[in-house]
């Protein structure tokens, strides 16, 4: 079935450390690929996207995303974490021919520890 | 700076009632949606509309209804609230001008939290 997975439920780091949030996918194709961040009490704002080219993708307020098709995986990472990065992430895809249907994976929570 | 604006924070229903959820964005976007966060399941779909009249059932349209009269506002409606339907309830748009829809990201509404009891 068609799916988007995001291992994590929680993860908690320390203010400065590296961040890799992980996400796979299962669909046929190559579907178009999204990082979606939300603070809490917020609607959700795009981080970054994937739809062609350079498989390294970078995003707002620091964050990249690396696509590996070999892996069906589209992993988020930070270089040095901030208080306010923590939030909720979620991964989203839209399958070829999908229109604008985003299908969202479950969502990671990132607590970040002083 | 693009907004969608949902009429209620915090809702509280009761079983059986008609709930109106109402989504207005004000960047003349063609598609808007409506979505549902539930703890675990991320977000799904329930319907879309690329243009006034017009709906699309997304992935979870039972007990759900759309309303687009016009193009900035688009409600959702439960017909007879139940307690399964307790949810986060997230109104998303963007546009169908750019080159392909993919390139005009989904901005979205801060949410309503409904209640049924």
């Known amino acids: 079935a068609q799916s988007v997975t995001q291992p994590d439920i929680h993860i908690t780091v320390s203010e400065g450390a590296s961040l890799e949030l992980r996400c796979n996918y299962s669909?046929?194709?190559?579907?178009?690929l999204f990082w979606y961040v939300q603070s809490p009490g917020q609607g959700l704002q795009l981080l970054l996207k994937?739809?062609?080219?350079?498989?390294l993708v970078q995003g707002i307020k620091g964050f990249e995303a690396e696509f590996k098709r070999s892996q069906s995986s589209f992993n988020l990472r930070k270089p040095s974490v901030h208080w306010s990065d923590a939030a909720e992430y979620f991964c989203?895809?839209?399958?070829?021919?999908?229109?604008?249907?985003?299908?969202f994976g479950a969502g990671t929570r990132l607590a970040v520890h002083p | 700076d693009v907004k969608v604006t949902q009429s209620s924070r915090y809702l509280v229903k009761r079983t059986g009632e008609k709930v109106f959820l109402e989504c207005v964005q004000d960047?003349?976007?063609?598609?808007m949606f409506w979505y549902r966060q539930d703890p675990g399941l991320g977000l799904r779909l329930i319907y879309f509309?690329?243009?006034?009249?017009?709906?699309e059932k997304g992935d979870i349209p039972e007990g759900y209804s759309v309303s687009r009269e016009k193009k900035e506002r688009f409600s959702l409606i439960l017909e007879s609230a139940s307690t399964n339907q307790t949810s986060m309830y997230l109104c998303?748009?963007?546009?169908?001008?750019?080159?392909?829809?993919?390139?005009?990201?989904?901005?979205f509404g801060n949410g309503t939290r409904l209640t049924v009891t």
């Open positions: 994937y739809f062609s080219g350079d498989t």
């Open positions: 989203a895809v839209v399958p070829l021919g999908g229109y604008n249907k985003l299908i």
């Open positions: 669909y046929g194709a190559t579907p178009y």
């Open positions: 960047m003349d976007h063609e598609n």
């Open positions: 998303a748009s963007n546009s169908a001008r750019t080159e392909s829809s993919y390139n005009s990201p989904l901005h």
């Open positions: 509309s690329y243009d006034v009249k017009m709906k």
